[in-house]
């Protein structure tokens, strides 16, 4: 699966932004898509997934209430909408793929990676 993600850019503390992971080659029929988040020196940690077949959905703490991720069949992508952004999410983005996967918070269950997209909270 190839994976390109993109929508990051400057942001005010308190603005939004939407993030988009296309898949270029395929469907994401029985995959689970999750959006991870690296900020400088710091580990990749995890954001948000969904599962693709029923929409079930996993969230981070950290962005619960404020970010909503959703698919787009039409489209073939999935959507992270993030409000109420704060400095502390400056990071860059990263949309994977798990072949059959649920949903889970942890990056070695994911198969397939995009490339980062940069998202900056700053005044």
């Known amino acids: 699966v190839q994976l390109q993600a993109f929508g990051g850019g400057l942001v005010q503390p308190g603005g939004s932004l939407r993030l988009s992971c296309a898949a270029s080659d395929r469907t994401f029929s029985n995959y689970a898509v999750g959006w991870f988040r690296q900020a400088p020196g710091k580990e990749r940690e995890f954001v948000a997934a969904?599962?693709?077949?029923?929409?079930?959905?996993n969230y981070a703490d950290s962005v619960k209430g404020r970010f909503t991720i959703s698919k787009d069949n039409a489209k073939n992508a999935v959507n992270l909408q993030m409000n109420s952004l704060k400095p502390e999410d400056t990071a860059v983005y990263y949309c994977a793929a798990s072949a059959g996967g649920w949903g889970s918070g942890t990056p070695g269950s994911y198969g397939y990676w995009g490339q980062g997209t940069l998202v900056t909270v700053s005044s």
């Open positions: 969904i599962r693709w077949s029923g929409g079930a959905t």
